[in-house]
């Protein structure tokens, strides 16, 4: 270890913080979960699409952490439940209600209900699936309140959360079940 950082590790773990066995782990832990976003943003930055969206971040740290992570079909069939049930929020609640014209404006309460009857819906539709993955209830809120667009939440969306796990089998080498 570096003598410049002697001092800083030293209080971190006398405060309970970190044990220096687990640094050179934690690394490697962030590290990999970085890299499994790296075919998303890649395809991000070359095509301009919305290929890296906030729920990739949990669905990768859960991949990264779990020593038995969720099954590629979880982890895919929870968003997808999650996207099926934005869209169906956000094209019912848009049919009867205004769409404001940011996704941020809650007057009148559209996003709101979208995101409420979003919500019920996505877990409802996993725990009927058997395909629960929490991060995928961001993914539900992302389209219910129209961050993504109907149509690249359909089109980008699964095949995002699947780069991921191409990712996360390379630098595995195996599959998980």
Aim: glycine share 8%; charged share 10%.
């Amino acid at each position: 270890m570096h003598h410049r950082t002697e001092p800083l590790f030293a209080f971190l773990h006398l405060s309970g913080l970190v044990s220096r066995k687990d640094v050179g782990d934690d690394v490697a832990v962030g590290l990999r979960a970085g890299l499994l976003l790296s075919i998303a943003a890649a395809v991000a930055w070359l095509s301009g699409a919305p290929a890296v969206f906030p729920s990739l971040g949990p669905s990768a740290y859960v991949l990264s952490t779990a020593r038995r992570g969720p099954s590629g079909r979880v982890v895919v069939g929870g968003h997808a439940v999650g996207v099926v049930a934005g869209l169906v929020s956000y094209i019912a609640v848009s049919a009867v209600v205004p769409v404001p014209e940011s996704p941020l404006l809650f007057d009148p309460p559209w996003l709101a209900i979208s995101a409420v009857l979003a919500l019920m819906l996505t877990t409802i539709g996993m725990r009927l699936t058997n395909l629960v993955h929490p991060p995928a209830c961001a993914t539900t809120l992302i389209v219910s309140l129209g961050l993504l667009e109907p149509l690249p939440a359909v089109v980008v969306v699964l095949p995002a959360v699947a780069s991921l796990l191409v990712v996360d089998r390379a630098l595995d080498g195996s599959l998980r079940r």
